[in-house]
């Protein structure tokens, strides 16, 4: 008679259960700055982060009243990839804008 192994019932298959883990969230975070006009930051919040017209004013109000505001939440990769493509929209328009991510614990 043949030895019996962890996955192998008398020839049956035993289905191991695996389950995937929801990556990590990353805020993406707009800082004011003294510079960086009100409708260039309305435009980014648009055109980079998809958010409607009232959404990214509504946004862009919180960080001019606040010093910071949270553009998206995503998983890092893409987190970083708006953070940079901010920050190269923001020079090449001549504002300072900052763009950071932090985790969105």
Sequence with gaps: MPKLTPDR???VLVKEH???????MFRVLLHNDD??????VVYVLQHIFHHSESEATR?????H?????VAGIYPYEIAETKMMQ???LAR???FPLLCT???AE
């Design 9 to 11: 019932d008398e020839g």
């Design 86 to 88: 901010t920050i190269q």
């Design 92 to 94: 090449a328009n001549e």
């Design 59 to 63: 946004i862009m109000l919180n960080v």
């Design 101 to 103: 991510i932090e985790p």
């Design 35 to 40: 510079y960086t006009t009100m409708p260039f």
């Design 18 to 24: 695996t389950t995937t883990k929801e990556p990590p």
């Design 65 to 69: 009243r606040r010093g910071i505001g």
